[in-house]
């Protein structure tokens, strides 16, 4: 549990400050602060490594006393010089004060030891008796104490490597139970409000945590208190990290980073030991920022475990939650965390006194795009003529990394061409890049499929341009790109619809734009092919909306059929479908409703495309000359026929 903090005390001196193994220890194995941990949990965790070393040296000695020493019988020196009378010594090694040797017992071979003492006719005696004698070294002190020294020292040595493998931040098992977080320093955080752009109601949302970072007393002085925890809920790549950290930028504050993943191991209890760690070094560095990231990874709702029982996960979740509460929100310790799917989190993670803020980091609009790409243009060179609203305007839908990395594609094909400066040119090939993959210019297509592909495209790009609510045509090309797509039209919105909101006859125009390649094929070729597959898809799961979701049935009136659960932010369908909720009969008539709309809208896009076959002719021959044709070339293309 966190303390209130105090005023440092004066510290004392220790009784093992005459020699501190552990301060040492710390200096060779790089200990100290930031994400090595705090220096007091690793004076606990050495002074406890000590016994394994104190343990090690009374083994070795054991050994080396016991079990080691040889089986000598220490005999007197005339008790010696009966044995080699009585021909019973076999060899003797003479040193200056003892005399080692073996002697026969019977039938059994045992080694002597004896004290030697002046006897000058001792090698004679030996040399009568035939006993092979030699002389030997004597050891000396310094050969005795190293044969003492030397293996504590190698077992020392040993330790230490050990140590420093599973010291704070490793991966060995003494650290399981420490916090993974990266922990940045006051002065290591340089990212600041300045290096985000297009979320500026969020970072209104954080300013005030800002502030209260930075003067805790002006809302003490009220009896206000922060809210302890700060959740960023927006789609992948929205920048919610480096909203986070520019936070702690601007606040001048210790960070510390982690994801979800972190705290969850094989080991039951180590993720809410690392919890807890967390906690505690966050407690002694306040006022601090505590930033997990994807908290879905460890948040998600308890229960959920088709397997029953109380895993891992849940038990750290607990412990997170146990923390949360346990701290006083007065010592300036602020739980940030992001996640994109804040459906499946657990209720209790939300309640208030926990997450008490919730931040909604959405895709950007067209002036926030914009602002991202000038944050991002900042670092290259661009040439003058470019026009960053275009650029912002081509990609809806766009989130801030999706941004950045076009700014990248572009650098890096202008570095390839050789040029000085990034052009439209180069912009315009990396939007076309990260939406549909990289251009085959060698890929090998014949006429007849070319054709094809040329009036399906020129098929879409006019009905688009005849309709009233269709976005405006930026690019129409034949040259495939990507994995399947062998030919494609780039529209740029005329207005920003972030929110998703369309009219009916919104809708009916965007169906009918993408009906135009497939009537085109049949209308020219008297057949169709299998590359208007995506568009059906799309058309028939607009349709489909129309009847079930929006009510614009005029047979089935304003009514929703079906609720659909889908993910918030990820853009993706739910694995489990919505409960069906109506009969099979007013399914059918789902079924048939869908299929008016359908082929209503089709009919319509085949009298606009009979009308204006002419147009249709002319823009499928000048695809095929040009492979590329821009929007402006289109209208007045367009323009010069109607006059």
């Not at 007197?76 to 010089?81: A, D, G, P, W």
């Not at 879409?460 to 269709?470: G, I, K, P, Y």
């Not at 659960?565 to 008539?589: C, K, N, W």
Request: charged letters at 30%; proline letters at 4%.
């Amino acid at each position: 549990m966190a303390t209130k903090r105090r005023t440092e005390p004066p510290k004392r001196k220790r009784q093992d400050e005459s020699f501190d193994l552990v301060e040492w220890l710390q200096q060779k194995i790089g200990g100290g602060r930031g994400d090595q941990g705090d220096k007091r949990t690793l004076r606990k965790r050495t002074h406890f490594s000590l016994w394994y070393f104190v343990i090690a040296f009374l083994i070795l000695s054991f050994i080396n006393t016991q079990l080691l020493r040889e089986k000598v019988t220490r005999l007197q020196y005339s008790e010696f010089k009966k044995l080699v009378t009585a021909g019973q010594v076999q060899t003797a090694q003479l040193g200056r004060e003892r005399i080692r040797g073996t002697f026969n017992e019977g039938n059994e071979t045992k080694k002597f030891l004896t004290v030697r003492v002046e006897d000058p006719n001792l090698v004679e005696l030996l040399e009568a008796k035939g006993v092979k004698y030699a002389g030997q070294a004597e050891n000396t002190l310094l050969l005795n104490a190293l044969s003492w020294v030397i293996p504590p020292l190698i077992i020392l040595a040993i330790w230490i490597v050990l140590l420093k493998r599973m010291g704070p931040g490793g991966a060995g098992v003494m650290s399981f139970g420490r916090s993974r977080a990266k922990i940045y320093a006051e002065d290591e955080t340089k990212t600041s409000f300045n290096d985000v752009a297009g979320v500026e109601e969020a970072k209104e949302e954080l300013e005030e945590i800002i502030e209260f970072l930075q003067h805790p007393e002006k809302f003490r002085s009220l009896g206000a208190t922060i809210p302890k925890g700060v959740l960023l809920i927006g789609p992948p790549g929205t920048g919610k990290t480096l909203l986070a950290r520019a936070v702690a930028g601007e606040a001048k504050v210790p960070f510390f980073s982690i994801s979800g993943s972190e705290f969850v191991e094989m080991f039951v209890g180590v993720g809410a030991a690392r919890v807890r760690d967390l906690f505690a070094q966050a407690a002694e560095r306040a006022p601090c920022i505590i930033f997990i990231d994807e908290l879905d990874a460890l948040g998600k709702a308890r229960g959920a475990n088709p397997m029953g029982g109380h895993d891992e996960r849940e038990q750290t979740l607990n412990q997170l939650l146990v923390e949360m509460d346990g701290f006083d929100p007065r010592m300036g310790v602020i739980i940030m965390s992001a996640t994109n799917r804040p459906e499946i989190l657990d209720p209790a993670l939300l309640r208030p006194g926990r997450f008490d803020r919730q931040v909604v980091v959405d895709r950007p609009d067209l002036h926030g795009r914009e602002a991202i790409l000038r944050v991002h243009a900042a670092k290259i060179k661009l040439s003058p003529d470019i026009d960053l609203n275009l650029v912002a305007r081509r990609t809806p839908g766009f989130v801030g990394a999706d941004l950045a990395n076009i700014i990248n594609e572009s650098a890096l094909l202008a570095a390839r061409r050789g040029k000085h400066h990034v052009e439209m040119e180069e912009m315009d090939e990396a939007i076309d890049r990260v939406i549909l993959g990289l251009e085959k210019k060698t890929k090998v297509i014949s006429p007849r499929v070319k054709e094809i592909i040329a009036y399906h495209e020129a098929g879409h790009a006019l009905v688009a341009e005849s309709v009233e609510h269709a976005d405006p045509v930026h690019k129409i090309s034949i040259v495939p790109r990507g994995v399947s797509a062998l030919g494609y039209t780039v529209h740029t919105p005329s207005e920003e619809n972030v929110m998703g909101f369309s009219t009916k006859a919104e809708l009916l125009d965007q169906m009918a734009a993408l009906l135009g390649g497939r009537v085109a094929e049949e209308i020219v070729f008297s057949d169709v092919s299998t590359g208007a597959q995506n568009d059906l898809h799309r058309v028939t799961s607009i349709a489909r909306d129309m009847v079930k979701e929006y009510g614009m049935s005029d047979r089935l009136g304003p009514i929703a059929y079906e609720k659909e659960r889908r993910p918030l932010f990820i853009g993706a369908p739910s694995m489990i479908g919505g409960e069906r909720e109506y009969s099979e009969e007013t399914a059918q008539a789902i079924d048939e409703e869908v299929k008016k709309i359908i082929e209503g809208t089709y009919e319509r896009v085949r009298t606009i495309l009979m009308d204006r076959r002419n147009l249709l002719d002319q823009i499928a021959k000048l695809l095929l000359e040009k492979e590329v044709v821009e929007g402006d070339e289109l209208r007045e293309l367009l323009k010069a026929n109607e006059m």
